[in-house]
Every structure is written in structure tokens, then in C-alpha cells.
Nanobody, 117 residues
Framework: VQLQASGGGLVQAGGSLRLSCVAS????????FAWYRQAPGKQRELIAT???????IYADSVKGRFTLSGDNAKNTVYLQMNKLKPEDTAVYYC????????????WGQGTLVTVSS
């Protein structure tokens, strides 16, 4: 499975960005997409997941501001980020879960989001 993340950039606090993650390859066994982020000097943090059926879960830090949606036909998920804060500055990574079919860990290349105050 290959993951291509895009959509990062520089935005002012209070602004919005939309990230995309496109999966290719053996995608039929993907049952969950996830977005993580890693700020400088911090550990990678799970911020949102979406199952094929549409169920989403959000970390408290982004709940109410970020919305994760998916297009199963395109094997693509979108992370709409609103009301961005400087503390949202990080490299954002997408990840997929194919267990138990495939126990490998797949990551996109990361996309940088910078929120200026």
C-alpha cells in the first residue's frame, strides 16, 4: 500500500486547511484510515480515525475543529481543519490499518502544516 498525503501549508491562526490522503496498491483490505501529527520535539500523536463505514474518532485536541471524511471509491480521506491554532503546527501523516490481513505499518510521507499567530 502506498499513501500520498497533501494539502499542508502556511495559514494564520483561525484559518482553515484541508489535507488529503490517497491510498493506492492493495487497498481492498484497508478498514481504517488515520491521521497522526508530530510537532517539533514531540512524539507522534494520533488525532483522528475513520473506518470504511464512516465511523470517526477524534482526539480531544482537535474535536470540534477537525472533520475527517472519506471517499471509498477513490480510496481517499480528507481532513478538514478549521479554527487552526499555532499549536496545530506539525507534520501530518496518514496511516492505514489492514489488520489482520496485513500487519505492516504503512505511512504517507507527511505534509507540513504551519499556523502563524
Amino acid at each position: 500500500v502506498q499513501l500520498q498525503a497533501s494539502g499542508g501549508g502556511l495559514v494564520q491562526a483561525g484559518g482553515s486547511l484541508r489535507l488529503s490522503c490517497v491510498a493506492s496498491g492493495s487497498t481492498s483490505s484497508i478498514h481504517t484510515f488515520a491521521w497522526y501529527r508530530q510537532a517539533p520535539g514531540k512524539q507522534r500523536e494520533l488525532i483522528a480515525t475513520i473506518e470504511r463505514g464512516g465511523t470517526t474518532i477524534y482526539a480531544d485536541s482537535v474535536k470540534g475543529r477537525f472533520t475527517l471524511s472519506g471517499d471509498n471509491a477513490k480510496n481517499t480521506v480528507y481532513l478538514q481543519m478549521n479554527k487552526l491554532k499555532p499549536e496545530d503546527t506539525a507534520v501530518y501523516y496518514c496511516n492505514v490499518d489492514l489488520r489482520p490481513t496485513d500487519w505492516n505499518d504503512y505511512w504517507g510521507q507527511g505534509t507540513l502544516v504551519t499556523v502563524s499567530s
